[in-house]
């Protein structure tokens, strides 16, 4: 059964081990009636560039690298132990799958363990900012012989797709973002002549010359150049980069094919552009046909990216969330990290509650269309990755898929969030002057803290929106766009950013402590007790030079940002569910996050979710009188029992519970 008649799409992400080349159908029979589904598409992680670099035709059959069986070469998979696998049997698994109704898409990344073709052209490897070679492709390079390594990649990658039969090429890690951060690299003879190409700069002291790759040369590079042309070097990047995938999608679309990419590493819009030199919106005017985003909060938190301790729950949900107003149009599909043999983590075993919240979390949030339409922010799941999983794992998936896209509701009970690409335009060069709070990171501050904001819609649709909205960093938007949010009168407005000037005085207004440039926040149409109490975390240290401040080492730290204080981010997202009319959490409004969503026949449903490690058990006030509360999903087992406007409920450790409430008219 296809999960599409029920509203939602299914892909997998899956090494070859999952798959058995001794058994006729390589086992793929066997693993559809497992899962009990089939998915709408497989993409084969066979993980080594070398499956692109060496194919030359399906003339004659050969073994193929070991790492394109296994991610990294691991020995040993759930079910079995690695097999070699050869050209011609990964074409009969792809024509098995065919036969199944399973589109069948191919991976690789940027890295491998076995060599053949990368052997003999060391120099498309990057080079970090100390001078090391390492063993990554970097896709923007020229070969030895002059020619562009892109040139040659989308040429194979196309002659790939066509003797194999594929259906779509999947650019993972490394193809879909540069491996390494911007300030780490690559600052090699090739990417520096490139940039001075590019930008006919003139770098001091002969950084701009051939050096051998040096590593003293390298290192002045990498300092001089981030510190004084860092918007320069981010804006390189962004065009070269989308030059790299332009050329792949024209290869992939004339054989017929299609074309999807991971997205940079968990990142939003700004982030993606400032750390990794990825714009999304230049991906898509480059051809992508879709996104696949790394929704992969359960196995952070859990410690899979080598027991660093975070939550970045409410930052890839805001981060979604902005990445589906910043693309429009672009389809998007969410990646489920179930469990990774290589990289040694398994959400679903280890963590199953905060799994089954980021599938219902991630498939609720949505995009406001002119017509006054909801779009989900994503049409489906991504398994990754996908072997192994047993029958009650399968069915587990399924009953909440099931349920996260059940329905679409008629509106969120929360404030829209409004956005803007001329704003987002202008982050950059305001984050390198002031270093305040971006658009996304606010977002994700708020609603960690219980703003209820999961929709958003484009500053041009406005007139589409009923109901409270929410504008971030107003001072980025030009003057007509803050002149149509000040004029909106479906409902209150809340502002929160720099106050600027001919926005009107607010009916309730307050500012943060953390002077200079301190955030405002302003109340528009609704009144009420905020701001009060606000008070410092601690005395701020501004660096005497931004430019000086620390960057991330790697995607799951953060960037810096000047101070706000909790009160004052607490105090906002008061306001913002006031006037949004939001459930209120009366037991326990530290742990509990409460969504809720009026659905066409007037249910409300709300999606209790734990910030706690513990059982929770709360009392949550809808501010109407109830007539029956009922559970959704698998727990409870007993419908909690309304009383007037409120009622209790028991929410398990990091999970959620899904109610439908029934109101008295």
Known sequence: M???AMGYETWVWIELIGFDNTLPDFGVQAYLDNAGIVPDAASLFVFNPEFVHTHNGMDEDRVLPFDCSTY??????????????TKFQVKSLVDELHKHGVEAWFSVMDIFAAQEWVADHPEVLHVNRDGQRMGSVCGWK???????YEDFFARQVGRVLADYGFDGFHQADGYCHPRLPLHQGDFSDDMIGQFVEATEMTLPDGMGEVSGDAAEVIGARADWIWRHA????????????????????????????RVILNNALTRD??????????????????????????????GVALGAEGGVEAN??????????????????????CLNGVHDVNEQWDVLRHGATRLEREIHSQSNEYLMRADGTMERCSVGAVVCLADGLQRHEWQWLTDWWGLAFEETPKRVVGATLVWSEKALEGQLDEYLKTRRFTTHKLLYELTSRGAPVNCTVDVKDLGAVEGPILVLNPQLMPEDERAAVMAY???????????????GKADVEFDDVYAPGQLWCGVYGATGDYGKGIVGDGEEIIPDDLMDADEPPFYMRELYFRKVSDSFLAECARAIADVAGAVKVLVRPDAIRVQAMEMADGRVR???????????VTQLDVRREIESVKVKGAYPRVDPVGDGEKFWVKVPGKGIVVLDVCLKH
């Open 269 to 298: 819009p700004f982030q993606a552009r400032y750390r990794y030199g990825v714009d999304y919106a230049q991906l898509k005017q480059a051809g992508i046909d879709g996104l696949i985003i790394e929704m992969v909060a359960p």
């Open 2 to 4: 296809s999960t599409k």
């Open 72 to 85: 990294g070469g691991h020995l040993h998979g759930f079910e079995r132990d690695r097999q070699d696998w």
């Open 230 to 257: 860092r918007r320069e070097w981010i804006d390189f990047y962004c065009e070269r980069f989308a030059r790299f995938c332009s050329k792949v999608a024209d290869a992939v679309h004339a054989e017929g094919k």
């Open 489 to 503: 009168q479906g409902g209150p407005v809340v502002v929160i950013g720099e106050k600027v000037e001919g926005a």
């Open 142 to 148: 020229h070969l030895s012989d002059g020619t562009w």
């Open 606 to 616: 709300l999606m209790v979710a734990n910030d706690s490690h513990y059982y929770v």
């Open 312 to 333: 970045p729950h409410y930052d890839f949900q805001a981060m979604l969330l902005t990445i589906k107003a910043h693309v429009g149009d672009l389809t998007l599909r």
